[in-house]
C-alpha cells in the first residue's frame, strides 16, 4: 500500500504561484509513477504532470507545459508541482497518484491516490 497527502493548495491571483506537495508513505517508490491530476466543478478529472520515479522523466498536457514543473525529492519520498503563471482556468482540486509501472496519462492506470487539494486562481 501507498499513502498519498498532498499539501500546498490555496487561493492565488491569476499569474501568481503556487507549489504542491504530495508525501508518499509505504512503499519505496523506486518503480512507480507518480502523476498530479485534477478536477474543476462539472468536468472530467484530467491529466497533469506525470514522472517516473527512478529516472525523472517527466510528461505535461499540452495546457501546463512551460509553466508547471513536476520533481521529485528521494530523501524526503515527496513529488512536487510547482506551478507558475497561473491562469482562472487552473482551478480544480488537485490530486496525486501512484502507479507501480510505467508513466500513463490515463487515471484509470493509477491505484494509489491522495485527498485532493484546492487550488483557486481569481483576483
Known amino acids: 500500500q501507498v499513502q498519498l497527502v498532498e499539501s500546498g493548495g490555496g487561493l492565488v491571483q491569476p499569474g501568481g504561484s503556487l507549489r504542491l506537495s504530495c508525501a508518499a508513505s509505504?512503499?519505496?517508490?523506486?518503480?512507480?509513477?507518480m502523476g498530479w491530476f485534477r478536477q474543476a466543478p462539472g468536468k472530467e478529472r484530467e491529466f497533469v504532470a506525470n514522472?517516473?520515479?527512478?529516472?525523472?522523466?517527466?510528461d505535461y498536457t499540452e495546457a501546463v507545459k512551460g509553466r508547471f514543473t513536476i520533481s521529485r525529492d528521494n530523501a524526503k519520498n515527496t513529488v512536487y508541482l510547482q506551478m507558475n503563471s497561473l491562469k482562472p482556468e487552473d482551478t480544480a482540486v488537485y490530486y496525486c497518484?501512484?502507479?507501480?509501472?510505467?508513466?500513463?496519462?490515463?487515471?484509470?492506470?493509477?491505484?494509489?491516490w491522495g485527498q485532493g487539494t484546492q487550488v483557486t486562481v481569481s483576483s
Open positions: 509505504g512503499r519505496t517508490l523506486s518503480f512507480y509513477a
Open positions: 497518484a501512484a502507479r507501480q509501472g510505467p508513466r500513463s496519462r490515463a487515471y484509470s492506470d493509477y491505484n494509489y
Open positions: 514522472i517516473y520515479w527512478l529516472s525523472g522523466t517527466t
